[in-house]
Every structure is written in C-alpha cells, then in structure tokens.
C-alpha cells in the first residue's frame, strides 16, 4: 500500500531518492519529468515555501510531486512523477489530487488556482489532467537543429560590439537587461540576481558562451545570448546519458534596440560559439504562442523536437 508524505524540506537522501526516479521516468518517457528551475532548488533541498509529496511502497520511494507555492499572482505549479514500475495503480491520480489541496491550503482566500507541468506532452498526462477538470493553457516547445550545416557570420548593428558575460561586474546590469527583455513572460522576466548567482554556480556554467552585446558609445548592455552545453561532463562526472549538445539558454534583446537586427546576430553568433565548441547538435525552449520567437528560429534551421505542456486548474 502505497502512502504519501508531505514534506516541507528534503534530507540530502531524499533529494537522491528524488533524483534517481526522475532519472528512472525520464528513461522510460524519453523526457526528464522535471524542470531545470526545479532541479537547481531541489538538490540543497528545496525552497522553503515548497511543498515536496514523496509516495512509497514500503521503504521504496515510487512517486513524487513538486508544488511550487511562490507565485502570488498566477498560483501554485505542480511538476510530477511515478516510478515506471509502479504505473497504473492510481498513484499519479492520488498525487494530483494532494497537489490540489496543497495549493488550496497555500492560497488563502483565493483557492482553486493550480498549473501543472507535463513534460513530453504524454496522452496519459493529458487523460489524468483533464479528468481532474484541468485545461490546457501554455505549450512549451523544444526545437533543434544541426550545427553541421554552414551558420552565416553575425552582423551587428553599426556601433555595437560583443563580448562575453564577467561574473561580478555585469551581475546586476544583465538583471536589468533580462528584466526589460522578458517584461510579459510569466517566468524570465521574474529572475532575480540570486537566480542568476544559482546558475553560474552550475557546473556547466561558462562565461566564454554568454554573450552581451554593448552599445560602443556607453557600454550599456542592448541584448544577450547565453549558451549552455548539456552532458560535456564524461565518465563519473556525466549527468547526461547522451552525447553533448549545445543549447540557446536565454536570448534577450533590450525594447530600445528592437528592429534592429540584433536578434539575428546574436542568435548566429552563439550558434557559431556552440559550433566551435565540436558540438553537433543545438537546442532551444520558445513558448508556441511567440509566433515572433518561433519564426525567426525556423529561420535558422530550427524544427520543433519535443512538446511540454501547462495544464491550468478550472476556477
């Protein structure tokens, strides 16, 4: 009989039994359950207005949901997996029902409100969320590409150059700059200077690969490319099971230099950056409805790869 616990902080050996059953479920779906925001808070435990639902069958843990209460305005999210061994037994279903009253408890006068997160866009997540009166409300695409194929040299706008990213000097004014770059997006423009500080602490974090590009005049920063490689690790220290590939992490352009080309160049730029760096492969995270953002990296070679799905809570 399986039971669930609610836990407000993880013991490292939970955050390794967490770990190990997402990599469990990320084999089996082809997909990792989690998100990256997810991961970087879970591994010292979690933050402390999460909630983490741990469900065992005896000492073995065997599902386990992530309820993120941080958001006053949009409400609780909910990330979610059950072991591939333990499947078809209602557990996801029992999990998503304590998420729901999790995120109740957590809202005070305004409950109900509640999104989750299916990675990979599965049927049986889609069945699970809609029989529990969910809908869907934000599609999250992953689009790749080859880096084999020629990628043209950047052309920068007259008086702006590049150069990369200096952990300590450009902290805050890059802040600023995500800030204004992402002012409509309901998760980028929210970054903070201790979210930046928790990803230059990552071990795949490498200042060579972010790119900013400064206005000549005045060095103030006009838009950014930050690149990141997935798996270059090999043997003990590999936390990817495949071969490496390059990633456009977070691409911004200041509201000031919109129009101008900027976008393009830095996109080819960082392409080139992970080219450079033997990779074969390059991928990316755009949001469906950013028509915008999707054009222009069908432009480049792009092609939509794997589909992660926001299911929002009917209210």
């Known amino acids: 009989m399986e039971r669930v616990q609610r836990s407000d902080r993880l013991t490292a050996g939970e955050v390794a039994e ?17 998100s990256e925001h997810v991961v970087l808070h879970l591994r010292p435990g979690g933050d402390p207005r999460a909630v983490h639902l741990l469900s065992r069958h005896g ?22 997996a059950v072991h591939p061994a ?59 590409r080859s880096l084999a194929v020629p990628v043209p040299e950047p052309r920068l706008p007259d008086g702006v150059s590049l150069r990369p990213f200096r952990p300590g000097t450009d902290d805050a004014a890059w802040v600023a700059l995500n800030a204004a770059a992402f002012a409509d997006h309901p998760e980028q423009g929210k970054w903070t200077i201790d979210d930046l500080h928790l990803r230059m602490k990552e071990p795949w974090f490498d200042p060579a690969g972010f790119l900013l590009a400064q206005r000549d005049t005045d060095g103030e920063l006009l838009g950014f490319h930050w690149t990141k490689v997935h798996g270059a690790a090999r043997g003990a220290a ?4 495949h071969d490496p590939i390059g990633e456009v992490y977070v691409l911004g352009v200041s509201p000031a230099a919109h129009g101008g080309g900027l976008g ?14 033997g990779l074969d492969q390059a991928m990316l995270y755009v949001d469906e409805a950013n028509s915008t953002a999707v054009a222009l990296y069908r432009k480049h070679g792009f092609v939509r790869w794997t589909t992660d799905v926001c299911f929002r809570r009917r209210v």
């Open 18 to 34: 967490v770990l190990d059953l997402m990599r469990a479920a990320g084999d089996a779906d082809g997909v990792y359950p989690l």
């Open 59 to 80: 000492d073995t843990l065997v599902g386990y949901a992530h309820v993120d209460t941080t958001d006053p305005v949009e409400g609780a999210a909910a990330e979610l």
């Open 86 to 144: 333990y499947r078809r037994r209602g557990l996801g279903r029992t999990l998503v029902t304590e998420t729901m009253a999790v995120a109740d408890e957590r809202a005070g006068d305004s409950p109900g409100r509640l999104r989750l997160w299916a990675h990979g866009d599965h049927p049986s997540a889609s069945a699970l969320s809609m029989s529990l009166d969910f809908e869907r409300s934000r599609v999250l695409w992953q689009m790749r």
């Open 238 to 241: 590999a936390t990817h099971p």
């Open 264 to 277: 393009t160049a830095l996109t080819l730029a960082g392409l080139r950056h992970l080219r450079d760096q």
